[in-house]
């Protein structure tokens, strides 16, 4: 089992198989429903299969960043997204001392946090239960149906494809042969375990609870960051529901850290924690409208895929919610290997290209699981330590990270994820000026008489080179016998702050990272070399 050539398990012969198909996506959160949807775009074949029986009616994802909201708009759908979210203009940090109602201790202004590194230079807060209903019907839009109640049973893999198992809710059994098989099935995922790949890491003790309630003085577009000893709690609107979303620990007198029992932490209600939550949040809770608990994982799979079967998303890795990273990492995994299938199937690259889809996401999980655990652990740490960090610490870093200039750019770059880089790819290559291959193409803001930013020929899904000043006639006719388009923007003070290079081509690849930056006087050269080491045809 360990090499991923796995056999079904014995049991009545499936009653149906429909005829092969490129991609069977498994799983239809937020990371499934992106992967089909930049599949589906770009004419990939495909099937979604979730085991539940719809969309979810609660999450606990709150907050979808500039860095997806880019993503977005490359498939034309930002626009809609913000126009559903609530843009978050202040964010509140609160220490709660002792059984004393907590106190504001830093107070930040996100409005411009991110302006001129990102079209969407803010946070936004959008909850993941209506993030997934969106998806769902912008993927019907497109003629992809989502097939609930269907789950994956089992699979085998081959060299030329993956056969599996499907069992769909009425007791049918269907065959079914994908080339690729794309597990986003979450942390129990069947397809990792299936692929047996380790999962290592550990549960949190904390018991978290989520919920949606309306709070005394109406509707708060804010959020708040409440922190005390071994409790947490966040507040943030719900733009959909005219609700405030609370997420946090439930105390340690009500779920005591050595208590295991599912069943017993089942029955605790809101009313256990009331007291508690309304003097660390600051508010008087008028309604609660929905109330749950969970427990959450620190956990990354010791290979993001085996074969032609991938894990992604949850399935992959799954950290402490600090710092609203995890469902936003999960579609960058998917935005990552649907380009890269995509040019596989379609015959414009070689199926080795997919090893790159590892190799890239995988890292920067490690880090964000190791570094948002211990920022939780810290955060909410007993003793000196936890108030230390509580009280000096954190309200420190949040200052200097928004005070002044290179701090707020910093931040935004970290929490946004604009700033995630593949310099160790296979396919980043050169550096010229301050960005280098694999970096995330820095957005450039348009002059007011300029028109269209940089931004705007990504919405190609495709290969492109980009010049910023003048393309010399030798890479002008290589693009053109390459059949790789040529974008040439003026010149600007704003391409020398983001650290471009004048007359230096960058190969942009599908996802608008860097993939080549050549400054030199033989930039077609490089192109034609780069195009060829990796088997890439730039058109079809």
């Known amino acids: ?6 056999h079904a398990e014995d049991h009545a012969m499936p009653q149906q198989t429909r005829t092969p198909l490129p ?19 770009r004419g990939v074949a495909l099937r979604i299969v979730d085991a539940a029986d719809g969309p979810g009616e609660h999450s606990r994802a709150m907050v979808v960043q500039a860095r997806t909201l880019e993503f977005y708009r490359q498939l034309g759908l930002a626009r809609q997204v913000v126009a559903a979210g609530v843009k978050v203009e202040t964010a509140h940090l609160r220490e709660a001392r002792g059984e004393l109602a907590s106190e504001e201790v830093l107070r930040i202004s996100f409005g411009d946090l991110g302006q001129g590194q990102s079209p969407y230079p803010f946070l936004l807060a959008y909850p993941q239960d209506d993030h997934e209903r969106w998806l769902v019907e912008q993927l019907r839009q497109l003629g992809v149906m989502v097939e609930w109640q269907v789950r994956l049973e089992d699979f085998r893999q081959s060299g030329t494809g993956v056969s599996g198992t499907l069992a769909h809710a009425d007791g049918r059994r269907e065959d079914v042969r994908a080339d690729y098989l794309c597990g986003c099935d979450g942390v129990h995922s069947v397809v990792r375990q299936k692929l047996a790949l380790d999962f290592a890491g550990g549960t949190y003790r904390q018991l978290y609870y989520v919920a949606d309630v309306t709070i005394d003085g109406g509707f708060d577009r804010d959020l708040y960051f409440n922190l005390g000893e071994q409790t947490l709690a966040l507040m943030l609107p719900v733009r959909s529901r005219g609700v405030q979303r609370l997420i946090g620990l439930v105390p340690p007198e009500v779920a005591p850290l050595d208590n295991d029992d599912p069943d017993d932490t089942s029955r605790i209600t809101f009313e256990d924690i009331r007291a508690k939550v309304e003097r660390l ?3 008087t809770v008028t309604g609660v409208n929905w109330f749950s608990t969970y427990r959450v994982h620190h956990r990354v799979a010791s290979h993001f895929g085996r074969g032609r079967a991938f894990v992604l998303g949850d399935a992959a890795h799954v950290h402490s919610p600090a710092g609203a990273q995890g469902m936003n990492t999960g579609i960058g995994d998917a935005i990552n290997l649907a380009w890269k299938l995509a040019q596989v199937l379609d015959g414009r690259a070689d199926a080795s290209l997919l090893a790159s889809y590892e190799s890239e996401r995988i890292a920067f999980a490690r880090q964000l699981v190791a570094t948002t655990d211990a920022a939780f652990k810290r955060v909410v740490a007993s003793g000196t330590a936890g108030a230390l960090a509580r009280r000096l610490l954190l309200p420190l870093a ?19 994820q604009i700033g995630i880089h593949y310099g160790d790819s296979p396919l980043s290559e050169g550096r010229a000026g301050h960005v280098a291959g694999g970096d995330r193409l820095p957005w450039l803001e348009p002059a007011e ?10 919405a190609s899904l495709d290969w492109q080179l980009h010049v910023y000043g003048l393309a010399d006639v030798a890479l002008a006719s290589a693009c053109e016998s390459m059949r790789l388009p040529l974008h040439v923007f003026a010149w600007s003070e704003a391409a020398d702050r983001a650290g471009l290079a004048r007359d230096a081509a960058y190969l942009i690849r599908p996802d608008g990272h860097v993939a080549l930056a050549a400054g030199g006087t033989t930039n077609a050269e490089s192109v034609r070399a780069y195009a060829q080491a990796r088997k890439l045809r730039f058109a079809g």
Do not use: C, I, Q, Y
């Not at 949040?398 to 946004?416: E, I, N, P, Q």
């Not at 008489?449 to 990504?458: H, I, R, T, V």
């Open 398 to 416: 949040m200052k200097l990270g928004t005070r002044w200039g290179f701090g707020r750019h910093v931040l935004f770059r970290t929490l946004s």
């Open 449 to 458: 008489s300029a028109g269209e930013d940089n931004f705007a020929p990504l």
């Open 23 to 41: 991609v069977l996506v498994v799983g239809a959160g937020p990371t499934g429903l992106v992967l089909a949807l930049s599949l589906a775009r």
């Open 281 to 283: 949040v600051g508010v």
């Open 1 to 6: 089992m360990g090499s991923g050539a796995l």
